[in-house]
């Protein structure tokens, strides 16, 4: 088999003992971190890949350094849903739900060894789903040609801005900044200054590590600010009860493992939905199918396997857009998006023919950090249990200046702080006014791309804007970027959605 | 009713029409693509200004803001980290960073004995593991450090 071959070259370049520590140091911090009040994958990942940036590490080790914290945080969300209540990340909402009462009833040390397992299994199968459909997908976007990337781009926006926000208007918004944020800056084509306002920082436009890190880490700075929030958590009253779940339950829980792994990875995959909606349609739907005593919401162990086995198997399922197609579907695969950038590795159908070390190297990890976290959760439940008491009034101002570390260490100047903190109080605005986060990273992210292939279309048209639908292939991307962005509206219009989670995974601290 | 969200969208309104004047000052170069760097630009100002308008004619229901305490909190740790920003060349890692964490601290609820202790323990802590350790360049004040 072709892709398995390719997967074992990943494995030779990942199973080296500096990328096993690599990937043990990962998860260990991105447990931690997800653990953290106020921390979750994409602003942990956010503060931390400038760090990796500006110590250098080259690009395989980065890579699975930071998708190591990446996987480690989404683990450490559910610890706090099922010990106080309180969700670590976006994704881990839907845990509290059952994870909670478990606790209450004295079964905590069970509830978070089921939701270690059904993490587990969530993860690993949606990787190797992603092992089998990226390739696919590839395949397919090798007929890309410019008219259907900027079609595509589109799709990416609609989808988020449609699928994800509560206010359309609001995502088009943060959008239209996003894209003009991008424009700061050298024309690449022609080499003319754009909106620089004869700054000469602004020539170089404005990096998108600042936004990513001011928007993501200083906004939650700021919240906390804002409610003087500095204490700790009293998680030390937690019954935790036996540690392993009995052979029963796990005979119980394991159909809803299954179901949900596969609800998760196909939320995942498709665009706008991410691991937020991953895991709300997973506990529903398992609600639906197995809720018969109405147990669920009162400590059903099932309750606790499907969210976590959905948002888990929905983050794997995120990257088979965002590696195959350079199209990230949700906020934190967009952080991960960064990272490949920031690393000088464009994704999409040519990174798998040119870099397939970096691509095969990077599932590989996947699958190690994977089997890590299993084994460094069960065992050390309890340590991360007191980094849950660890005040934020300590904990936040490291955060706050760690920020300022790496984005200190990219350019050693001053306007890049300034920068930072700028959009770090224009991301504490923006959450305040319930204006989503997301679709302005996407924005800066995606923008300079996007103005490209419209160019190279038009330039290969001569100058002849139906160029841009006049493939079966474009115009089908532009159908679903319409249907992906006004149908939410029309059914929210009809029928009364159950609040689902919004925007960008896992922005807390409200 | 929402003031919030009309005053984001005349915000918003005005960036698109002051990004737009911008966008027809650029100059257009002597050999250039049938597109140029003006265009796209301008259809992003058309997005974002139909956007601000939503904003500005069908607002949300006012956000929850805090109360004066609140926002006082959230402007002076502006200030607060504006002026790290600038005095990290002056002051060098160590003393700016302590003041900076130290203040955040305290404002987080520290007693100031141990906001001062947290500044210090930050400030140390950090300068050990990310420069000491992993040696990343931090900014380096008049001692060197």
Redesign the interface.
């Known amino acids: 088999m072709d892709i398995l071959a390719s997967l074992g070259d990943g494995f030779l370049i990942a199973l080296t003992f500096e990328n096993l520590a690599l990937a043990a140091i990962g998860c260990l911090l991105g447990t931690i971190i997800g653990a953290m009040p106020g921390l979750g994958p994409s602003n942990g990942v956010a503060i931390l890949i400038p760090l990796a940036f500006s110590l250098g590490l080259p690009a395989t080790p980065a890579l699975i350094l930071l998708t190591s914290v990446y996987y480690g945080a989404m683990y450490g969300g559910r610890i706090s849903s099922i010990l106080i209540n309180i969700p670590g990340d976006e994704p881990a909402m839907m845990t509290c739900l059952d994870g909670y009462p478990m606790a209450r009833a004295g079964r905590a040390g069970e509830a978070l060894a089921i939701s270690g397992i059904a993490s587990f299994v969530g993860a690993f199968f949606a990787t190797w789903g992603l092992v089998y459909l990226a390739p696919q997908l590839v395949k397919v976007a090798l007929l890309f040609g410019p008219a259907e990337y900027f079609a595509l781009f589109a799709l990416a926006f609609a989808t988020i801005g449609g699928v994800a926000a509560r206010n359309q208007m609001k995502a088009a918004f943060a959008m239209g900044i996003g894209l003009l944020i991008a424009m700061i800056g050298v024309d690449l084509q022609t080499g003319v200054a754009r909106f620089s306002f004869n700054n000469i920082h602004l020539y170089d436009g404005i990096d998108f590590l600042v936004v990513i890190v001011g928007l993501f880490a200083l906004s939650e700075v700021f919240i906390f600010l804002e409610h003087r929030a500095g204490g700790g958590v009293d998680a030390g009253r937690v019954e935790m009860g036996r540690s392993m779940p009995t052979a029963k339950v796990m005979k119980d829980v394991t159909p809803a493992m299954m179901r949900s792994t596969v609800i998760g990875f196909i939320a995942g995959v498709l665009p706008g939905a991410g691991a937020s909606l991953g895991s709300f349609l997973a506990y529903t739907v398992e609600k639906k199918i197995s809720d018969k005593n109405g147990t669920f919401g009162k400590g059903d162990p099932r309750g606790v396997a499907a969210p976590e086995a959905g948002n888990n198997a929905a983050a794997g399922g995120a990257l088979v857009p965002m590696l195959a197609l350079g199209v990230p579907g949700s906020g934190t695969t967009a952080v991960l998006l960064s990272l490949l950038l920031a690393l000088n590795i464009t994704p999409g159908p040519l990174l798998f023919q040119k870099n397939p070390d970096v691509v095969w190297g990077l599932i590989a990890a996947l699958f190690i950090a994977n089997i890590m976290l299993l084994a460094l959760n069960l065992p050390l439940v309890k340590f991360f249990v007191q980094v849950l008491r660890v005040p934020t009034r300590y904990l936040m101002p490291a955060v706050a200046m760690i920020s300022f570390v790496g984005i200190y260490g990219i350019s050693g100047s001053t306007f890049d702080l300034l920068v930072m903190v700028a959009f770090g109080v224009i991301g504490w605005l923006f959450r305040k006014a319930d204006i989503p986060l997301v679709p302005v990273i996407l924005g800066v992210l995606l923008g300079k791309l996007m103005e490209t292939n419209l160019r190279r279309e038009l330039t290969i048209s001569d100058g002849n804007w139906w160029a841009l639908i006049d493939s079966p292939l474009s115009i089908a991307i532009w159908a679903c970027a319409i249907v992906g962005f006004v149908l939410p509206i029309l059914l929210r219009r009809y029928v009364r959605f159950a609040r689902v989670p919004q925007t960008g995974d896992d922005l807390t601290g409200q | 009713m929402s003031i919030?969200?009309r005053l984001?969208?005349a915000t918003?309104l005005a960036?698109?029409v002051f990004?737009a004047w911008?966008?027809t000052l650029?100059?257009e170069?002597f050999?250039?693509?049938?597109?140029?760097?003006r265009i796209?630009?301008l259809i992003?100002?058309v997005?974002?200004g139909?956007?601000?308008l939503?904003?500005l004619l069908?607002p949300?229901p006012e956000?929850d803001?805090?109360a004066l305490p609140?926002?006082m909190?959230?402007a002076a740790?502006?200030v607060v980290?504006?002026a790290?920003?600038?005095l990290?060349?002056q002051l060098g890692f160590i003393i700016a960073?302590f003041f900076?964490?130290?203040y955040?601290?305290w404002?987080?609820?520290?007693s100031p004995l141990r906001a001062t202790l947290?500044?210090v323990t930050?400030?140390l802590?950090?300068y050990a593991v990310?420069h000491l350790i992993?040696?990343?360049?931090?900014?380096r004040g008049p001692f060197g450090f």
């Open positions: 919030t969200d984001i969208g918003g960036i698109a990004f911008r966008a650029i100059e170069p050999i250039s693509d049938p597109v140029g760097p796209f630009p992003i100002c997005l974002l139909l956007a601000s939503g904003m069908r949300d956000p803001w805090p609140g926002l909190e959230v740790g502006t980290l504006v790290y920003a600038e990290l060349p960073t900076a964490a130290g955040l601290a404002r987080l609820g520290a947290a500044g930050i400030s802590g950090i990310f992993l040696g990343l360049a931090l900014a």
